[in-house]
């Protein structure tokens, strides 16, 4: 038999249940409510492209700046300045307002991030031109990445 002491904690067991259950639903329904462009959080956030996951960013790597600096002056510079916005936006403080996610991605994938990123979309009004496909690897974009953040830190 039960007594009333079981029972209270059992109803009180019950209705905590129910509401944990509750407050469960109702998060997971928000968490996977959809976006109407389609874009997940993290695309929203760190661009649509190759680089899914947030990277492990440490203290400047020289070698990587070096050679991210060939690669700027090789196929940057005709639209990029670090300074000015030219043909496209300068690119001195770009690792202080976007990640370094979105950057990679912007570098590896810049035709979706121009048609379905909503700041890309803002930047192609902005910019009557269009920026180009790179076909930089995903390490030579992480090295672009370094040069960018170098100069961001004014080392460059
Ligand atoms: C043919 C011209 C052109 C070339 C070459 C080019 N870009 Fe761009 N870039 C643009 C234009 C124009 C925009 C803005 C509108 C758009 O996306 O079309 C832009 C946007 C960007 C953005 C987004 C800026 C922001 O505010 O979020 C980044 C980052 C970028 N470019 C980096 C690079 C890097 C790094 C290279 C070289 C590997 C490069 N771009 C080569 C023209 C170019």
């Not at 496909?133 to 974009?141: M, S, V």
Request: with cysteine.
């Amino acid at each position: 038999m039960l007594s009333n002491k079981d029972l209270s904690f059992h109803t009180l067991f019950t209705n905590t249940l129910v509401a944990c259950c509750f407050f469960l639903f109702t998060f997971s329904a928000c968490g996977g409510e959809e976006r109407e462009d389609g874009l997940s959080e993290f695309e929203v956030e760190h661009g649509i492209g190759p680089v899914t996951e947030r990277l492990d960013i440490g203290d400047l790597d020289l070698e990587m700046v070096n050679r991210g600096s060939d690669i700027f002056n090789r196929l940057c510079v005709a639209c990029h300045q670090l300074d000015a916005g030219i043909t496209g936006p300068a690119l001195r403080n770009i690792t202080e307002k976007r990640s370094p996610e979105f950057v990679m991605n912007y570098i590896l994938n810049p035709r979706e991030m121009t048609n379905r990123h909503p700041i890309g979309q803002e930047l192609a009004d902005q910019y009557p031109g269009v920026m180009a496909e790179t076909g930089l690897t995903r390490e030579q974009a992480r090295d672009v990445l370094e040069y960018l953040r170098a100069a961001q830190q004014g080392e460059i």
